[in-house]
């Protein structure tokens, strides 16, 4: 399936251009030369501005996970290690509702407020 939407994402998005590249010379040539009537071919850009977004969507889902593991790469693993730590905290932590105090996992009232800890 990726290999699909690598291929004819880009090819859509090709003639999706053409299409539209055509569509759109023949709607301002005609205000341009008013003698000539009414545009031609602007049909075509009913037809490719559509297909450039879809062709668009097909790259970003083909894409998507070369792009995404890119970020992960650069960061460092940054995010997935940020997330790990948090994850970490909330299992060993409840916060309070009222003042955002972290207090131990079995407390029953927040240590800072005295609020109730649900």
């Known amino acids: 399936m990726r290999v699909f939407l690598r291929f004819f994402g880009p090819l859509c998005v090709f003639v999706g ?3 539209a590249i055509i ?3 023949s709607f ?3 205000f341009a030369n008013p003698s000539q009537g009414m545009p031609e071919y602007f049909w075509c850009a009913f037809i490719g501005l559509p297909l450039i977004g879809v062709g668009a969507q097909m790259c970003k889902l083909g ?3 070369p792009i995404a593991d890119y ?3 650069e960061t460092g693993g940054a995010l997935s290690k940020a ?3 948090i994850k970490n905290a909330n299992a060993t932590n409840s916060y309070c509702t009222n003042c955002g105090h972290a207090n131990s996992q079995g407390s ?3 240590r800072n407020c005295g609020t109730k800890v649900t």
């Open 108 to 110: 029953k009232f927040c």
């Open 28 to 30: 301002f040539k005609s």
């Open 83 to 85: 997330s790990s730590i």
């Open 63 to 65: 894409y998507l996970k």
């Open 17 to 19: 251009g053409i299409f």
């Open 23 to 25: 569509g759109l010379v």
């Open 71 to 73: 970020v992960v790469d």
